[in-house]
């Protein structure tokens, strides 16, 4: 049986942003979504991480969309989703300052 790893994702709190972990469950096996967002979160490439987000944002779409027509109570994936597109622009936006103030990442 392949273990399930935990995805990191940042939540909203009253006045803060916490880490929380999600584990995925049984109705939540499509994992594309996570490697995906985890690629472009972890990669160290500056050049790559648009192209990775564009992937995982992808990914997270599709996802969303078969949570949508699935049967059953997918509140607690669809706020990972949610949460895991903000992140994605909050880093999307970190790389745009980063490759237009620094002239050596592009």
Request: glycine share 2%.
């Amino acid at each position: 049986m392949k273990a399930l790893s935990p995805i990191w994702f940042v939540q909203a709190g009253e006045s803060t942003l916490t880490e929380t972990i999600m584990m995925p469950t049984a109705r939540s096996s499509d994992s594309a979504w996570k490697d995906c967002y985890t690629a472009a979160l972890f990669q160290d490439d500056a050049k790559k991480i648009p192209a990775l987000i564009g992937r995982a944002e992808s990914e997270i779409v599709a996802r969303a969309r078969s949570l949508f027509e699935a049967p059953g109570d997918n509140a607690r994936e669809m706020r990972a989703l949610h949460n895991a597109l903000r992140m994605l622009q909050v880093l999307k936006s970190c790389v745009k300052v980063t490759t237009t103030t620094d002239p050596n990442v592009a």
